[in-house]
């Protein structure tokens, strides 16, 4: 049923307006002002550590307009203007299409390529009226017979892809800046052309190099675990919606502590660590030590009853409070080590303190004990 061959084909014949547009083989979506924003779609896919890359898919949903002739389909890209030019890390690796069947049918559309980097419809494009200036421009090319086309029906639907990678560092250089799509053919009378009605900016959602990453700066600390607070009662847990699925560490459906322990492993695997972060680790070094201990000193919340305690004030079981059944978690798991990263522990002179010290000797006595 599938033939790639054709599918590619039908990249060209973008039509916004089925009804309005002409039976014509590789054109463009028709300008009309009763007709809707062409759908779009831009998903994180990976981050390559080797090249670091990251790479984003553009998936454009299209009506389709059938072929007639034999044809070589073209599309690409422009990206970039006199304001803001592309960075050089810029590429667009490939074009893509898939077909979907049937109104919100999945579709894989990496099962669809053969689009090949193609220099001159590049350079069309870039000389095309409208294509904006300073812009980069990346075309493709593919050659299509358009008489093994599968039979459409009327809810079916192409979508157009385009792959695309830069540098994480150039995020805030692509994300916002100007883009412009073009389609077309060889044919005479279908010329590539830039696609209308199509959103001009390029409007890219946050990614993350590891799951542990929640607020999206690229590393795994403290903060992702803050983030993770801040959602709501840990210790009760509640159920994760779409918006918060990213928080679901462990894929239960629940925002709860079984996150946090999920994110401590998580972490330590971003750091190259074998083993989790313990509970205590509040400066996420590897070690329980005395520099933890010192942290949660400066912070001063033991036993305070002030709620809305973090990961590094010492609420390692996230009930929101630092007392003693922190410190009993942390000693259950067992994994103080009075040796790493040695500091001079602060004169113990007030009495909250005090009585952390006593509370964890006491937890230490009684596990060298049993
Ligand atoms: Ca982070
Ligand atoms: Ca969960
Ligand atoms: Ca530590
Ligand atoms: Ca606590």
């Not at 520099?291 to 973090?310: K, M, P, R």
């Amino acid at each position: 049923m599938h033939n790639p061959a054709c599918n590619y084909f039908l990249a060209c014949f973008l039509a916004a307006n089925l009804a309005s547009a002409p039976v014509v083989a590789c054109t463009m979506s028709i300008s009309s002002v009763e007709a809707p924003e062409i759908e779009i779609e831009i998903e994180f896919e990976d981050y390559n550590d080797v090249t670091n890359r990251v790479t984003y898919q553009i998936e454009i949903e299209s009506s389709v307009v059938p072929p007639t002739n034999t044809a070589v389909c073209q599309c690409g890209i422009s990206f970039g203007s006199e304001l803001v030019q592309a960075p050089e890390s810029f590429r667009v690796l490939n074009a893509i299409v898939g077909l979907r069947r049937g109104e919100g049918d999945d579709f894989d559309l990496d099962s669809f390529s053969g689009f090949e980097p193609d220099d001159d419809v590049a350079a069309t494009l870039a000389g095309l009226n409208g294509t904006n200036n300073g812009s980069t421009t990346f075309g493709f090319s593919t050659p299509v017979n358009p008489f093994n086309l599968p039979p459409l029906q009327a809810e079916d639907a192409f979508v157009l892809g385009f792959l695309i990678e830069f540098a994480p560092e150039d995020f805030a250089a692509v994300n916002g800046n100007q883009i412009q799509f073009a389609a077309g053919s060889n044919e005479p009378g279908h010329p590539i052309n830039l696609f209308q009605r199509y959103q001009p900016t390029l409007k890219l959602p946050p990614f993350r190099l590891d799951e542990c990453d929640l607020n999206y700066d690229l590393v795994c600390d403290v903060q992702d675990l803050d983030v993770l607070y801040s959602l709501g009662d840990l210790a009760r847990g509640f159920e994760r919606t779409d918006a918060t699925e990213v928080y679901d560490l462990n894929g239960d459906d629940r925002i709860d502590r079984r996150d946090v322990q999920e994110w401590l492993k998580k972490a330590a695997d971003f750091h190259g660590l074998d083993d989790a972060y313990a509970p205590g680790d509040v400066n996420l070094d590897g070690e329980f030590g005395t520099s933890d201990l010192i942290q949660v000193f400066v912070a001063g919340q033991y036993e305070s009853g002030n709620d809305g305690q973090t990961w590094a004030t010492g609420d390692w079981n996230a009930d929101g409070y630092f007392d003693s059944s922190d410190t009993l978690y942390a000693f259950q798991v067992g994994r103080f080590n009075p040796s790493a990263n040695i500091q001079p522990l602060p004169e113990p002179n007030t009495a909250p303190f005090t009585l952390l010290l006593v509370t964890l000797c006491g937890w230490t006595a009684i596990r060298h004990r049993k």
